[in-house]
């Protein structure tokens, strides 16, 4: 069975297990619903997973010693998604890329049942190609290089957050969008990045197939590898097209991931205090 975010009733809340989140965050984020806890069958280590369907803010915890020790043969292991600043995957020529794929997007046409030579297909296995080049782009980026030359020596040791930071990725389970907001703080420790460099590396993970956990995830270790600060904490809500249009067809869901570095994974009030400012702006409003 194909899992992911979209997936419910598989994991079964205990009072063990679930906690509401402090109540002025789901006050700010989500005033009022029904729970629905979602599963989250691949949720990597180091970032929590709520989900509101319309719902209520949940906050699935599982046993902090295990989740840390899974986190750490996980970064260990070759088969690893971390961050890789140095991966750069380069790719064939672009001709020899595009005929390829072009050609694989005629079969997938006939498939369907469409005639790829009808006027208003013609030209569009060339047009996807382009485009799912485009939006994979972040295979072919790296964040050292676009970050290079943007981090400065600074003597500021409080909260930097840039926040409703808009996000296009692609589930890898089956190569559909989901959007939303990334919000993407840190405490710096002598360091401080260009602020738009932050975006930039959001937009490195997110331009690759990806699960909302992991891209979540995978900024903030970059930023962490990038910037050495005291702490950093990177906030996704989304939604994710494989769930509104086809399966379960939950049109108002949405997602949130998030995960904490540093001071912000042993200070449960910096999490908050990063909280209460992005829900100043309304996460419900991606
Ligand atoms: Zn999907």
């Given at each position: 069975m194909i899992t992911g975010v979209t997936t419910t009733d598989t994991i079964k809340p205990t009072p063990t297990n679930v906690k509401v989140l402090k109540e002025s965050v789901v006050r700010h984020l989500v005033p009022k619903a029904p729970l629905n806890l979602h599963t989250d069958m691949h949720k990597p280590a180091g970032s929590q997973t709520t989900t509101s369907d319309s719902g209520i803010l949940v906050e699935v915890q599982s046993d902090h010693q295990e989740e840390k020790a899974r986190h750490e043969r996980k970064r260990s292991s070759p088969e690893s998604h971390g961050t890789q600043l140095s991966a750069k995957k380069p790719r064939e020529s672009d001709d020899e890329t595009l005929k390829k794929m072009t050609d694989a997007c005629k079969t997938i046409l006939e498939c369907i049942g469409?005639?790829?030579?009808r006027e208003g297909l013609q030209k569009t296995p060339t047009r996807w190609a382009k485009a799912l080049l485009f939006m994979t782009q972040g295979y072919c980026e790296n964040c050292k290089e676009v970050t290079n030359g943007a981090v400065f020596s600074e003597d500021h040791n409080e909260m930097v957050l840039v926040r409703n930071i808009d996000i296009h990725s692609l589930c890898e389970h089956h190569m559909v969008p989901f959007t939303g907001k990334i919000h993407i703080g840190y405490i710096p420790n002598g360091k401080v990045i260009g602020l738009s460099k932050l975006a930039r590396i959001a937009e490195v993970f997110a331009r690759?197939?990806?699960?909302q956990e992991r891209l979540t995830r995978q900024v903030a270790e970059a930023i962490v590898e990038t910037v050495e600060p005291l702490g950093v904490m990177v906030a996704m809500e989304c939604s994710h097209m494989c769930m509104v249009m086809r399966?379960?067809?939950?049109?108002g869901a949405s997602t949130f991931t998030y995960s904490a570095r540093g001071c912000f994974e042993s200070d449960s009030g910096k999490r908050t205090e990063f909280f209460n400012i992005i829900a100043n702006n309304g996460m419900r409003s991606c």
């Amino acid at each position: 069975m194909i899992t992911g975010v979209t997936t419910t009733d598989t994991i079964k809340p205990t009072p063990t297990n679930v906690k509401v989140l402090k109540e002025s965050v789901v006050r700010h984020l989500v005033p009022k619903a029904p729970l629905n806890l979602h599963t989250d069958m691949h949720k990597p280590a180091g970032s929590q997973t709520t989900t509101s369907d319309s719902g209520i803010l949940v906050e699935v915890q599982s046993d902090h010693q295990e989740e840390k020790a899974r986190h750490e043969r996980k970064r260990s292991s070759p088969e690893s998604h971390g961050t890789q600043l140095s991966a750069k995957k380069p790719r064939e020529s672009d001709d020899e890329t595009l005929k390829k794929m072009t050609d694989a997007c005629k079969t997938i046409l006939e498939c369907i049942g469409e005639d790829p030579d009808r006027e208003g297909l013609q030209k569009t296995p060339t047009r996807w190609a382009k485009a799912l080049l485009f939006m994979t782009q972040g295979y072919c980026e790296n964040c050292k290089e676009v970050t290079n030359g943007a981090v400065f020596s600074e003597d500021h040791n409080e909260m930097v957050l840039v926040r409703n930071i808009d996000i296009h990725s692609l589930c890898e389970h089956h190569m559909v969008p989901f959007t939303g907001k990334i919000h993407i703080g840190y405490i710096p420790n002598g360091k401080v990045i260009g602020l738009s460099k932050l975006a930039r590396i959001a937009e490195v993970f997110a331009r690759r197939l990806q699960v909302q956990e992991r891209l979540t995830r995978q900024v903030a270790e970059a930023i962490v590898e990038t910037v050495e600060p005291l702490g950093v904490m990177v906030a996704m809500e989304c939604s994710h097209m494989c769930m509104v249009m086809r399966g379960v067809e939950k049109v108002g869901a949405s997602t949130f991931t998030y995960s904490a570095r540093g001071c912000f994974e042993s200070d449960s009030g910096k999490r908050t205090e990063f909280f209460n400012i992005i829900a100043n702006n309304g996460m419900r409003s991606c």
